[in-house]
T-cell receptor, first 114, second 112 residues
Framework: NAGVTQTPKFRVLKTGQSMTLLCAQD?????MYWYRQDPGMGLRLIHY???????AKGEVPDGYNVSRLKKQNFLLGLESAAPSQTSVYFC?????????????FGPGTRLTVT | AQSVSQHNHHVILSEAASLELGCNYS??????LFWYVQYPGQHLQLLLK??????LVKGIKGFEAEFIKSKFSFNLRKPSVQWSDTAEYFC??????????FGQGTELSVKP
């Protein structure tokens, strides 16, 4: 199993450009998450999904959109990138919100917006 | 709203010193608790987890954590740290709604 993979690993955007980050998992997990990691802020939840076709807002959803058309994929979109979105983005998946679930993380995507 | 607070932003220790990293959460219902570790340049890895039962949880690499429900705390401990423990440590909480919320992280630097 590859676990959780993220594409791309690095990206540089100019302000106003758009892009999509792809997260894929091969563990048949129901739940998927997008986080951003910034120094001193820990990991902040952007959006998450509790199953195929569902999405929900996390702590910092503004400026991002997500889609979960297939169970194994969770896409994070930036429609008009801003320098404040410079960050490392982590995707995670888990089997569910029950008492036995835990998060498996991808390797991260380092995004710079100039 | 559910939140997780880690009290120490940066901890510096010498090898063989004992470690305790604080974590408090705010959520009154049933929760799962986790500690993740992120070594330099790597992604997050699970260190240990608490779901139920014995409140003293043992994880990998000699780490342990104690869940104290009355204090809403889940502190991470290690009796004797090594240089290889240098990393950032994150406490996280997952309620039955499925949101996995992280604390701000604690950077641990161990001097050889």
């Amino acid at each position: 199993n590859a676990g959780v993979t993220q594409t791309p690993k690095f990206r540089v955007l100019k302000t106003g450009q758009s892009m999509t980050l792809l997260c894929a998992q091969d563990m048949n997990h129901e739940y998927m998450y997008w986080y951003r990691q910034d120094p001193g802020m820990g990991l902040r939840l952007i959006h998450y999904s509790v199953g195929e076709g569902t999405t929900a807002k996390g702590e910092v959803p503004d400026g991002y959109n997500v889609s979960r058309l297939k169970k194994q994929n969770f896409l994070l979109g930036l429609e008009s990138a801003a320098p404040s979105q410079t960050s490392v983005y982590f995707c995670a998946s888990s089997s569910g919100g029950d008492l036995r679930s835990r998060g498996y993380f991808g390797p991260g995507t380092r995004l710079t917006v100039t | 709203a559910q939140s997780v607070s880690q009290h120490n932003h940066h901890v510096i220790l010498s090898e063989a010193a004992s470690l305790e990293l604080g974590c408090n959460y705010s959520y009154g219902g049933t929760v799962n608790l986790f500690w993740y570790v992120q070594y330099p340049g790597q992604h997050l890895q699970l260190l240990l987890k608490y779901f139920s039962g014995d409140p003293l949880v043992k994880g990998i690499k000699g780490f342990e954590a104690e869940f104290i429900k009355s204090k809403f705390s889940f502190n991470l401990r290690k009796p004797s740290v090594q240089w290889s423990d240098t990393a950032e440590y994150f406490c996280a909480v997952n309620n039955q709604g499925g949101k996995l919320i992280f604390g701000q992280g604690t950077e641990l630097s161990v001097k050889p």
